[in-house]
């Protein structure tokens, strides 16, 4: 039992600190060295992306103590929900209706986690990242996720068409395809939405994709200077 408690810890505990940092927001506790109080707004956001973060799988790894295997854990889950994603996607499962809250709760996840480091974990006294190219990775995993994402919003929906023929596309590759170069803004026109549903999801896919831009650009200048090596203990 000894054993146990060297490597496993009370994973609520990890929640619990999630709820109690919303009350030190409101209570004007943090950040501790930000000079002027937070506005209502800025309170109203941190709690919001911190209490969706308590919803988070990725808690799994707050069960084990030491600091790499809960980064290798963290790892492990933003991959496995990738994959995930990717076999839904070529896979009979992309006809289920019901896939759509899984993948939904998939890509809020992923990016709700990495605006609670930008908004508000950057602002902790110990706060530093890992690794530059670990972050980088990570994101980039993200931004993926988002692709694949919004490509099986695209096959569920039917809403998208080819721009000549205006024939619906019928296949994972080609709603892959329309994702990929609708969040990069190429756009080539041989595809367009049909309906209000793939319009929205396209303006949705934009934004979310400039949002992870932003985020990736502000970690990495900000964490240049806050690397801090993962706790082996």
């Not at 054993?3 to 009370?10: D, I, V």
């Not at 309170?43 to 790894?61: A, Q, Y």
């Not at 006294?125 to 694949?148: A, C, V």
Request: proline share 2%; glycine share 6%.
């Amino acid at each position: 039992m000894k054993m146990l408690k060297n490597y496993f810890k009370n994973p609520f505990k990890e929640i619990l600190e999630e709820y109690l940092l919303i009350i030190d927001i409101w209570s004007n506790k943090f950040p501790e060295n930000k000079v002027n109080n937070l506005s209502i707004i800025e309170k109203s956001f941190m709690s919001l992306i911190i209490f969706i973060r308590s919803l988070s799988l990725v808690h799994i790894k707050d069960i084990f103590k030491k600091g790499k295997i809960r980064s290798e854990i963290s790892e492990f889950y933003v991959l496995g929900r990738l994959f995930f994603m990717f076999y839904i996607l070529f896979s009979s499962l992309i006809n289920n209706l019901h896939i759509y809250i899984l993948v939904i709760y998939f890509l809020i996840d992923g990016l709700n986690y990495r605006l609670c480091i930008f908004f508000v974990d950057r602002y902790k006294k110990d706060w530093g990242l890992r690794s530059i190219n670990r972050t980088i990775i990570l994101l980039m995993l993200n931004y993926f996720e988002i692709i694949i994402g919004f490509s099986i919003f695209y096959y569920l929906t039917k809403s998208i068409v080819y721009s000549d023929t205006l024939k619906i596309i019928t296949s994972p590759i080609q709603s892959l395809y329309f994702s990929a170069i609708t969040i990069t803004t190429l756009g080539y026109g041989d595809m367009t939405p049909i309906s209000s549903i793939g319009r929205i999801l396209v303006i949705l896919e934009l934004g979310l994709g400039f949002i992870l831009t932003i985020i990736i650009i502000g970690l990495v200048l900000t964490g240049v200077r806050y690397v801090k090596e993962i706790n082996k203990y």
